[in-house]
């Protein structure tokens, strides 16, 4: 069974700095997608980044980064240049195919002005 | 406004009562999603559609949920004899054919059942 687990339920950042979110996965799968999903609060879920599997290059947008390590199964977000506005519940997530996602459980992240 | 809508985006319910949400996904998708979110936690899929088709339900769709996706436009979630427990966000997103595309959600229906 597909799971994927966030082991820090909440982490703080001072704006301007870098803060990096955990997320570790379990599949027997080759292929698959990792993301990062954004929830605001009280606002809807928008996808931060997306990784194939079968790349090994790190995916990049913008101020947000991922250090994607298959071998060991771990999927971290790295944000630079912290803002204001990414103060949010992240939460990493996988699907193979076109099939539903699995989230974990979520890190609630803090911007200290 | 071409994103995913759902309605109502509050629903305030005594037990034992039935409630259905409205999921209009964006025009060209033809793969809907229904996850329930309650606090704290990460969304858990419930089913998904292709076109009309229901291809998959999660276990955690029992026997008083139904879904629906009549045209392979708009989905309707029903939920039968309501429970406390039933209480949580439920999230509809859709999700065009590319295998690469992503799923796109809406605001979520915030279910409360007294």
């Known amino acids: 069974a597909q799971t994927v687990t966030q082991s820090q339920p909440e982490m703080s950042v001072q704006e301007a700095e870098t803060v990096t979110l955990s997320c570790t996965y379990d599949t027997s799968e080759s292929d698959y997608y990792l993301f990062w999903y954004k929830q605001p609060p009280s606002r809807q879920m928008i996808l931060v980044i997306r990784?194939?599997?079968?790349?090994?290059q790190n995916a990049t947008e913008n101020r947000f980064s991922v250090n994607f390590q298959k071998a060991a199964k771990s999927f971290s977000l790295k944000i630079s240049d912290s803002q204001l506005g990414d103060a949010a519940m992240y939460f990493c997530a996988y699907r193979t195919g076109a099939n539903n996602l699995f989230f974990g459980t979520g890190t609630r992240l803090t911007v200290i002005p | 406004d071409t994103g995913v809508s759902q309605d109502p985006r509050h629903k305030i319910t005594k037990r034992g009562q039935n409630v259905t949400f409205r999921c209009d996904p964006i025009s060209e998708h033809n793969r809907l999603y229904w996850y329930r979110q309650t606090l704290g936690q990460g969304p858990e899929f419930l089913t998904y559609?292709?076109?009309?088709?229901?291809?998959?339900k999660s276990r955690l769709l029992s026997d008083r949920f139904s879904a629906e996706r009549p045209k392979g436009s708009f989905s309707t979630l029903e939920i039968q004899r309501t429970e406390q427990g039933d209480s949580a966000m439920y999230l509809c997103?859709?999700?065009?054919?590319?295998?690469?595309?992503?799923?796109?959600f809406g605001p979520g229906t915030r279910l409360t059942v007294l």
């Open positions: 559609f292709q076109n009309e088709a229901q291809l998959e």
């Open positions: 997103a859709s999700r065009g054919q590319r295998e690469k595309g992503e799923q796109f």
């Open positions: 990784q194939e599997a079968y790349k090994q």
